[in-house]
């Protein structure tokens, strides 16, 4: 039997988050979800029934046509014109992960009650979710600030038997899936195109994904440079509990600590040093690693925060009987995060990349670019040119997305977060990061087989033992591109009980 997660008003953190998403679990409307949508939905149609008052986006028009009445004849194409008309996306479609985390984000918003959509309409999405229906979503073309607004039509276009879905490993059209499925498109009524399209379920899709991502990297990036640090002959006094009590940032106390443990029994930091300090690419790790840990952790509130949200406009409240015109569509709290993650996730690369650096440096018994006879052969010298031109890739997208704004809809839209750009650049910035970190992988144990026959700790001995399996050590010169592509994958499964 499926497992399933009941969707309710229960508040979500990204460990629940990923536990649904990885473990395939199936969705299911709580009762209490359930009866949250209909008590908004039928207070809205009471409502509607007795008063002829404007409201945005129900029986008026979008943005700058705020002013143009719709009559109640017309509501429901409205909203199917809403949709139509805003699936303007282009660029790369959106992976199928990040789409799966839409879908659920945008039936968790939906669900707590305050989006005046039919229940069958939220039910619909999950009928999408749970068949793995998955819309074909572009990259482009969300300012962040109306909500994702050309994302979420293209997301909202099946529900109406229209646009395309990713099923069964091919793209095809969404009315011969819903078809199959037995399932009839759905008529939308009042305000429920605008709930669909309002909203940060694409922003908040990619800061979930690039959340979960760096939290293993983060951990895997101290592991690696354990590993170079022990190749590099490094001193450990660095590391001391007694250095990081003094200015106790949590990120860089959890990141000494976890050096010392994964080096825990080595001969090689164990033994007299002939050298007094590091280079600030091994002495510092804590501070470098900590700082952007410690990011992270903020990263993560507000992600956290947004995945328990009502995003929408207007926003409902049957208990107050008020419909409230609002911006919390509004971007900006995403754009600044996902802009700082950017921040975050390229300085453990940078730092990376300089460990790479000192490496092939020919100093402290390692010869120069970690092969034998080099001139004759050029080593791991162009490895580190890869991981240079990924660093200054990353550079340029750390500018930040959040800085900008352009006006939009006859100016109704006068400031935007560009959060979405915030949020596509973010998730290239970590698997960049990914790219240099394997590098330096690459490099660390090559590093190390020059210190032999001195041992590393057993910890780092069973991760270079595993990794052996798919990188060999260079002897002389090859074609390398394939040993980094391995490293990468090893990187990516690399799946160990971290100290």
Not at 171 to 185: C, F, H, M, Q, T
Not at 370 to 385: C, D, E, H, K, T
């Amino acid at each position: 039997m499926p497992e399933y997660h009941k969707i309710s008003s229960r508040k979500l953190d990204l460990g629940t988050v990923d536990r649904i998403i990885s473990g395939k679990l199936r969705l299911e409307l709580s009762e209490e979800a359930h009866g949250l949508i209909l008590r908004c939905r039928e207070y809205l149609d009471n409502r509607m029934a007795v008063s002829d008052e404007p409201l945005y986006g129900i029986n008026t028009g979008f943005g700058s046509l705020y002013d143009r009445r719709i009559s109640n004849s017309d509501l429901g194409a409205l909203q199917k014109n809403l949709v139509m008309s805003h699936a303007c996306g282009m660029g790369d479609e959106v992976p199928s992960e990040i789409v799966r985390l839409m879908l659920f984000l945008k039936i968790q918003s939906l669900a707590l009650g305050y989006s005046g959509v039919c229940p069958d309409t939220v039910e619909r999405l999950v009928d999408l979710y749970n068949n793995d229906m998955l819309p074909v979503v572009y990259q482009q073309g969300s300012l962040g600030a109306s909500g994702d607004l050309a994302p979420l039509a293209h997301l909202s276009l099946p529900l109406m038997g229209m646009g395309e879905v990713f099923y069964e490993g091919e793209i095809r059209p969404a009315s011969e899936v819903l078809k199959k499925l037995d399932l009839e498109p759905l008529t939308l009524k009042s305000k429920e195109g605008l709930a669909l399209l309002n909203g940060t379920q694409f922003m908040t899709a990619y800061g979930v994904y690039a959340c979960l991502e760096s939290i293993a990297l983060m951990k895997k990036a101290d592991i690696i440079a354990a590993i170079s640090l022990d190749a590099f002959d490094g001193r450990s006094e660095a590391f001391s509990e007694a250095v990081h009590r003094v200015r106790p940032h949590p990120g860089q106390i959890e990141t000494a600590g976890r050096i010392l443990r994964i080096l825990e029994g080595s001969e090689i930091t164990g033994r007299t040093k002939l050298h007094v300090q590091d280079p600030y690419s091994f002495r510092c790790i804590p501070q470098v690693h900590g700082a952007s840990k410690d990011a992270l952790d903020y990263i993560i509130s507000v992600i956290e925060r947004e995945m328990n949200s009502v995003t929408d406009n207007p926003t409902v409240f049957p208990g107050e009987d008020r419909v409230i015109s609002g911006g919390n569509f509004h971007g900006q709290p995403l754009a600044l995060a996902l802009d700082h993650l950017c921040l975050a996730l390229s300085e453990m690369g940078s730092i990376s990349e300089r460990r790479i650096y000192r490496l092939l440096s020919g100093k402290r018994g390692l010869p120069l670019f970690l092969v034998a006879r080099p001139g004759l052969n050029s080593g791991f010298m162009i490895p580190q040119y890869t991981a240079a031109s990924i660093i200054s890739q990353n550079k340029q997208l750390c500018t930040p997305a959040s800085v900008d704004t352009i006006e939009s809809s006859q100016g109704q839209e006068d400031h935007v977060s560009m959060g979405a750009n915030a949020a596509t650049k973010a998730l290239k910035v970590v698997e960049n990061t990914k790219k240099v970190l394997a590098i330096e992988l690459f490099n660390a144990v090559q590093a190390l087989e020059f210190r032999r026959p001195a041992r590393s700790s057993p910890f780092v001995e069973g991760i270079v033992e595993s990794y052996r399996k798919r990188v060999e050590f260079v002897s002389s010169d090859k074609v390398m591109y394939g040993d980094m592509k391995e490293s990468l994958e090893f990187l990516k499964s690399l799946d160990v009980d971290i100290p």
